[in-house]
């Protein structure tokens, strides 16, 4: 069972370099997250779907942007990166109403 | 002020001891509580999801919710040191409004 696939799992970025961090998901949920985690912050969300063709802003959306592709799949974009945006991303998704989520495994973004 | 609020610990019990980890949150609107457990360089992993007050066994674990006081705990019993990790508390609201927000975690360590 694939549940909830993150790529890349590991990316190395010089500042200013654009990059797009996938999800797809197999669970046909309709709710989407992108969170970033940082030591001593622990997650913090930057940008969320609650359903297909719909996104919105979470507590750190700055220096990021969002495409809901489709129902499987939401891409999380830093158009040009930051040392800031050093972080560990996750992806996650649940079906709407009070569902848990699933998180991916992880993906480790390092900005030079 | 954070969304949703945790004591970032360590929180150190010996083995067989009870283990209470705390969490508060703000959002009136939150309806659906959750308790993560992560392990170092892991994705979070539900241990509990909490929607009433009162309490929810599963287990050695059990969930206590208050709304009133929007309050939520999680008791782990006979602690074990595979229960070693970060405890991540979530609180999410439901229908059009999907957001999900995390408080910053509990580290609990138990001693052999």
């Known amino acids: 069972n694939a549940g909830v696939t993150q790529t890349p799992k590991f990316q190395v970025l010089k500042t200013g370099q654009s990059m797009t961090l996938q999800c797809a998901q197999d669970m046909n949920h309709n709710s989407m997250y992108w969170y970033r985690q940082d030591p001593g912050m622990g997650l913090r969300l930057i940008y969320y779907s609650a359903s297909e063709g719909t996104t919105d802003k979470g507590e750190v959306p700055n220096g990021y942007n969002v495409s809901r592709l489709n129902k499987r799949e939401f891409s999380l974009r830093l158009e040009s990166a930051a040392p800031s945006q050093t972080s560990v991303y996750f992806c996650?998704?649940?079906?709407?109403?009070?569902?848990?989520?699933?998180f991916g495994d992880g993906t480790r973004l390092s900005i030079l | 002020q954070k969304e949703v609020e945790q004591n970032s610990g360590p929180l150190s019990v010996p083995e067989g001891a009870i283990a209470s980890l705390n969490c508060t949150y703000s959002?009136?609107?939150?309806?659906?509580f959750f308790w993560y457990r992560q392990y170092s360089g892991k994705s979070p992993e539900l241990i509990m999801s909490?929607?009433?007050?009162g309490d929810k066994e599963d287990g050695r674990f059990t969930a206590q919710l208050n709304k009133a006081s929007q309050y939520v705990s999680l008791l782990i019993r006979d602690s074990q040191p595979s229960d070693s990790a970060t405890y991540l508390c979530?609180?999410?609201?439901?229908?059009?409004?999907?957001?999900?927000?995390f408080g910053t975690g509990t580290k609990l360590q138990v001693i052999p």
């Open positions: 996650a998704s649940r079906e709407q109403g009070e569902q848990p989520q699933h």
């Open positions: 959002d009136r609107g939150s309806q659906s």
């Open positions: 909490i929607y009433s007050n």
């Open positions: 979530a609180a999410g609201r439901s229908g059009g409004y999907q957001k999900v927000t």
